[in-house]
Structure formats: structure tokens, C-alpha cells
């Protein structure tokens, strides 16, 4: 595990409200005009409806990013593994956009403007394991809980939209503000690592985080379409088909559009579908929504991350599968 730091779409964006007043001292320019690379000093008061967003990053945020990881008040905090330089940065944001469901490195703004940075990388897939990190907010945003909201926004996207089942993160045990983040944002402490890493002249502890899907408001049904698929990529890993079944109900019927096969119904006409024709890679998910009864996830394969195969449009009877039916639709 990595120690965080204190403080798909590239365009998609997840928003929320600030519930603090604060007042901004700098803003960066934009990254193309090379001749302004630092913070500015224009000021502007972010009231109670400041929104609060964050999206992934993006090739014109590598000044920003740049900047953020070395300034004096961050870098102290990152992880001595965390990139710094603009190579390095690049490549994350380039790994971030190809492989959307695995790693991840995302910019929080504040009323459209850039305010921090923060990640995510695989580490579990079986399980559906996320481990957080970089998290980074500029000091002109710190103390009005910009982070708060923005790892909350992060959390919910990780494990309603693309289905970890649980999230963890290791601080170095002197950053005290980051502990106390991460307790406000719903993270249980589970332990420490005793004298883990070598920072600053010295050897240090690192604090254990984890928060499960369960400390999560995250629709049931949402959440049984992810152990779905979490069931159909062990199949796929293992060859035996029979235990997908059992996520449908006796009657539950399994559909595919584009495909001169099917529907079929119910448990054995199922398993001896996928028996006789089984998918030869995993399924990843790129977003869920909620449609009515319905809910309806964009899906693709492990073996193309980062290009969508169609969408999964799931209805649900007392903790089983109803119906499924998958469409075939490339980006």
C-alpha cells in the first residue's frame, strides 16, 4: 500500500456543494499561455453554493498538476513514490484516460476553477479492491472541507459507478489532517503499519483506511449487478459457468441484442447457455444509472479497458436477477 497525501470520459464530472465560506487567494492560469505558469493573485469568495467537482484529468491540466505536487506545502505530504516531474505526471494522465477502470488521476475544481488533484489505482481485482491516493488540495482551498466533498464524490463514483467493493488508503501516521479527513469521510481506521517508511530523515508509521461498499448508500440492485459481474469474471477465470446462474431468479431470463441467439429462460437454460458459448475475457464497468425499475450499466472488456461494448440493462426480484439483457453498441 502507498501512503495518500494530505491535503472513459475525460470530460465526465461528478458535483457537489461547498456548505463553507472561504475566500480564495491565487488561481492558476490556463495551462496553454506558458508565460503564466504560476498562481495568480486575483481573490473571490466561494460562498455556500460553491460547487465542488471533480473529473479526470486531462493533458491540459499537466501545469496544474506540476505545480500542485511540488509546492511546498504539498509535496511533504505525498508519497515518496508519487510522481513530480512533467514525464511522469504525463504518464499517469495518459494511463488515467486508457485504463479508466483500474487507475485513475482526477482533478478537483471549485466553481470550474482547479483546486486539487487525487487518484485511485487497482489493487485487488478479484476482489474489487481500490486503493486511494495523491490526494492534494492547493493551501488557498484548505480548511473549508474541499476535500471532503471531493473524496466523497470519488467514493461514490469507485464503488456505484465502476464497482469496488471496497476502498482503502494508507497516511503517513505524523499527518494527523489527512487522519482526521478520513474519518470524516466515512473511512474506518483498521490499523497501523509500525515504522513503514523512511521520510524525512527518519522511519515513520502508516495509518490503515478502508471503508466497503456497505458504508455506502449505494441501491441494492445497483449493488447486485456489480456482484454479478464480479461472479461472471470468476467464471471466466475458473470455467464453470453453473454458479452465474444462481444470481437469477427460477424464471429469469438472459437476453442479448445484436446476436442471433437466445433469450434464455430460466436458471438451466441459462447456465448451459454460457456453458456452450462462454465469454473468453472479463467485463468491465464503465458507469450504473437507475432508469425507473430498470438499472442500466455501460460495460466493455478487460482486454480493450478502455473502449465501451454495450450496456447491461438489468430489472431485480428480491435480491436476484429478473431479467438481463446485453446490447452490443461500440463506442
Not at 169 to 197: C, M, P, S
Not at 260 to 274: C, K, L, N
Request: glycine content about 10%; hydrophobic content about 35%.
Amino acid at each position: 500500500m502507498r501512503p495518500c497525501s494530505s491535503s472513459v470520459n475525460p470530460s465526465a464530472r461528478w458535483s457537489g456543494c461547498s456548505g463553507a465560506t472561504c475566500v480564495k487567494g491565487r488561481s492558476l492560469p490556463v495551462a496553454e499561455d506558458r508565460s503564466r505558469l504560476r498562481f495568480s493573485s486575483c481573490e473571490r469568495t466561494c460562498g455556500p453554493a460553491a460547487v465542488i467537482s471533480v473529473r479526470r484529468a486531462r493533458v491540459d491540466d499537466l501545469d496544474f498538476l506540476v505545480e500542485l505536487v511540488n509546492h511546498e506545502d504539498v509535496e511533504p505530504f505525498l508519497g515518496g513514490r508519487a510522481g513530480r516531474d512533467r514525464d511522469a505526471i504525463a504518464a499517469e494522465i495518459e494511463r488515467s484516460q486508457g485504463n479508466p477502470t483500474s487507475y485513475g488521476r482526477f482533478v478537483i475544481e471549485v466553481d470550474g476553477e482547479r483546486a486539487g488533484a487525487m487518484g485511485f489505482e487497482e489493487e485487488n481485482r478479484r476482489s474489487r479492491i481500490a486503493h486511494l491516493e495523491r490526494l492534494a488540495v492547493h493551501p488557498d482551498y484548505r480548511g473549508h472541507r474541499v476535500s471532503d466533498e471531493a473524496a466523497r464524490q470519488l467514493q461514490r463514483h469507485l464503488v456505484r459507478d465502476l464497482g469496488y467493493h471496497r476502498l482503502q488508503l494508507e497516511i503517513y501516521g505524523f499527518n494527523e489532517r489527512t487522519q482526521r479527513h478520513a474519518e470524516r469521510v466515512g473511512f474506518l481506521r483498521e490499523g497501523v503499519r509500525r515504522q513503514a517508511y523512511w521520510r524525512h530523515g527518519g522511519w515513520v508509521d502508516g495509518a490503515l483506511f478502508a471503508l466497503v461498499r456497505d458504508d455506502l448508500e449505494v441501491p441494492a440492485a445497483i449493488g447486485l449487478l456489480h456482484d454479478y459481474v464480479t461472479v461472471h469474471n470468476e467464471c471466466v477465470r475458473i470455467g464453470d459457468w453453473q454458479p452465474l446462474a444462481a444470481w437469477f431468479t427460477d424464471g429469469g431470463q438472459l437476453a442479448f441484442e445484436g446476436v442471433p441467439v437466445g433469450p434464455f429462460d430460466g436458471r438451466d437454460e441459462i447456465a448451459a447457455a454460457y456453458a456452450a458459448r462462454p465469454p473468453d475475457d472479463e467485463v468491465v464497468i464503465f458507469g450504473t444509472e437507475e432508469r425507473g425499475e430498470e438499472v442500466v450499466a455501460r460495460y466493455g472488456w478487460l482486454r480493450e479497458p478502455g473502449k465501451r461494448a454495450g450496456r447491461m440493462v438489468m430489472t431485480s426480484r428480491d435480491g436476484k436477477i429478473e431479467k438481463l439483457t446485453v446490447t452490443f453498441e461500440e463506442d
